[in-house]
């Protein structure tokens, strides 16, 4: 009896182990005081998400045995300059990143929101991740110019997500159809993306193709681009090619050229990246030059510079969330710089 006790106590025992779970609570806490500058006027202020992309969400996974987890990730963006949830003045949600999904041997399947593949080709490229004033690459470099659907240039909604497994020899990969959840067959909205690419040792290199259907074809958005990366130990260089296009040929191709180095308890960022739109003299660049020092693991204090240099009748202005002068001067350029703090917990 003892025996039978004791190996139904060992069952049950290993039982609750394989379905242990665990939910984590997690955010980013980002703000700067700023100044940009923009067709002869200019502004000063306090910007939120100059480094990282302040944000407050809750992550958790079950064990179910077999090598087989149950995921999900639930996080909200966060306007800590201005005490809302979100830039239209709501509360918070979770459009930053909402989904569930399986994971294992297989890889792992996500249903929900979740970021692109095109877009988040171009964050991991950008030695400042695509926040601040001196992000190189915009996510969404059609919308400039009023051109193409640029919904899904970040994130994709009601979205199916595969991403290979881990353990593949530095070889990597993922897959994203979205669907426009339209009536009568209408495919506005609609969007499929795939990654490929390799990264082990020092060598990081990635392609990813996008799609979203618009209205008509002439509206629907191509995004491509390739992105690489080599670190040295004492600096690390980035290179990103990018082109986005329209159906009905509206076309901008850009790359950046960027680094990052550690220096003493922090690390410098630097891109200089160019952007040339089709048929027209109306192309930019931008430079853009920083500084993050690490006060802890999670603490940083940081300081930033850009400028944008327009061409032609361009008007493309330097920005961040909640710090913009408008619109530059056509032709004319536009400064910004941000003197910051992140705390992530």
Do not use: C
């Not at 963006?77 to 918070?92: E, F, K, M, P, R």
């Not at 629907?220 to 690390?236: E, I, P, Q, R, W």
């Not at 180095?261 to 040339?276: C, F, K, N, T, V």
């Amino acid at each position: 009896m003892k025996k039978s006790l004791l190996a139904l106590a060992a069952i049950s025992f290993a039982g609750a182990a394989a379905a242990q779970s665990s939910v984590t609570l997690f955010g980013i806490v980002d703000a700067a005081y700023g100044h940009v500058s923009a067709g002869g006027k200019s502004v000063n202020g306090i910007s939120n998400s100059g480094i990282n992309s302040s944000r407050l969400g809750f992550r958790g996974n079950e064990d179910l045995g077999g090598g087989m987890r149950a995921n999900f990730w639930l996080e909200g963006q966060l306007q800590n300059d201005v005490g809302n949830g979100n830039a239209t003045g709501g509360g918070l949600d979770f459009r930053r990143q909402a989904w569930v999904g399986l994971s294992g041997g297989f890889g792992e399947v996500q249903f929900g929101r979740q970021y692109t593949p095109t877009f988040w080709n171009l964050t991991i490229y950008d030695p400042f991740g695509t926040n601040g004033v001196a992000q190189s690459l915009t996510p969404s470099m059609m919308s400039n110019i009023g051109a193409g659907n640029n919904t899904n240039a970040v994130r994709a909604s009601n979205m199916i997500h595969y991403i290979l497994p881990a353990a593949m020899g530095g070889f990597r990969g993922q897959a994203m159809y979205s669907f426009g959840e339209n009536t009568g067959g209408i495919k506005t909205n609609n969007y499929l993306g795939f990654r490929v690419g390799y990264g082990a040792g020092p060598l990081s290199v990635d392609y990813a193709y996008g799609k979203t259907e618009g209205a008509t074809d002439a509206t629907d958005t191509k995004y491509n681009n390739v992105g690489a990366s080599f670190d040295l130990g004492m600096v690390k260089p980035m290179i990103v090619w990018a082109q986005e296009k329209t159906g009905s040929g509206a076309r901008i191709n850009a790359w950046e050229l960027g680094l990052t180095a550690p220096m003493g308890q922090g690390e410098l960022r630097a891109a200089y990246s160019r952007y040339d739109v089709k048929n027209s003299s109306n192309d930019w660049n931008k430079l853009g030059l920083g500084y993050v020092y690490n006060l802890s693991k999670r603490t940083a204090m940081y300081a930033q510079y850009a400028r944008v240099s327009n061409k032609g009748a361009q008007i493309v202005a330097v920005s961040n969330n909640g710090l913009s002068a408008g619109a530059a001067a056509p032709g004319g350029s536009s400064t910004g710089y941000e003197f910051g703090v992140r705390h992530a917990f």
